[in-house]
């Protein structure tokens, strides 16, 4: 049974710039969903898919969009990048339709906005 | 609105002392209550939900909704309990998952 995992680690962007970050979800699970966590504070909800479909969502502008495929592997697109996007993006997996306790996370992508 | 809060950014305590950990919320239905911990170099993990009402690594928690709180207890800290703790919470339908912001445990030797 593999992890979570994501991809890249760190990555660091302009300002306007368009930024697409992935995550593997863990053998089993159908659903994802991502978190931002900017420093000092909590994982705050961006968005969850399941079955390829977003079904539950955060209070985020639509810059901020998904995409999960048919091996439940997703992606989170920036576009439009402004400073305050800077910050830690998790994502985590799970199975059933909605958001579940039991989501495993993964280590997270650091991303920078100058 | 949804929102948990954590009043207390770092709480210190010597080993073999209680610990609390403080976690208040708004939510104008009956919200699910949970502690993730996140030990250094770890990813966040699940540490325990109210529902279940039961002790994980000696850690209980009792929802309140009459002061709408969800404190996390432990009677006797470990060194090993040195952590960072989020109470979060899940709406009604599922569909969103609200944390707090946070509070370090740092259990002194």
């Known amino acids: 049974e593999t992890g979570v995992t994501q991809s890249p680690t760190h990555l660091i962007k302009t300002r306007g710039q368009q930024v697409t970050l992935r995550c593997s979800s863990q053998?089993?699970?159908?659903?994802v969903s991502w978190y931002q966590q900017a420093l000092g504070q909590g994982p705050q909800f961006i968005f969850q898919?399941?079955?390829?479909?977003?079904?539950g969502r955060g209070n985020f502008p639509p810059r901020f969009s998904g995409l999960q495929f048919p091996n439940y592997s997703s992606e989170l697109n920036v576009n439009a990048l402004e400073l305050d996007d800077s910050a830690l993006y998790l994502c985590?997996?799970?199975?059933?339709?909605?958001?579940?306790?039991?989501?495993?996370f993964g280590p997270g992508t650091r991303l920078t906005v100058t | 609105a949804q929102r948990v809060t954590q009043p207390e950014k770092l709480l210190s305590v010597f080993k073999g002392a209680p610990v609390e950990l403080k976690c208040n919320y708004s939510?104008?239905?009956?919200?699910?209550l949970f502690w993730y911990v996140q030990y250094s170099r770890q990813r966040l993990q699940l540490l325990l939900r109210h529902i279940s009402r039961e002790s994980i690594k000696g850690f209980t928690a009792d929802l309140n909704k009459g002061e709408t709180s969800f404190h996390l207890k432990k009677p006797f800290a470990q060194e090993e309990d040195s952590a960072m703790y989020y109470c979060?919470?899940?709406?009604?339908?599922?569909?969103?998952?609200?944390f707090g912001p946070g509070t370090r445990l740092s259990v002194l030797p």
């Open positions: 979060a919470l899940r709406g009604n339908y599922g569909q969103n998952f609200v």
């Open positions: 939510y104008s239905g009956s919200p699910e």
């Open positions: 053998s089993g699970h159908n659903t």
């Open positions: 898919y399941y079955r390829e479909e977003e079904n």
């Open positions: 985590a997996s799970s199975s059933g339709e909605f958001v579940s306790y039991e989501q495993y």
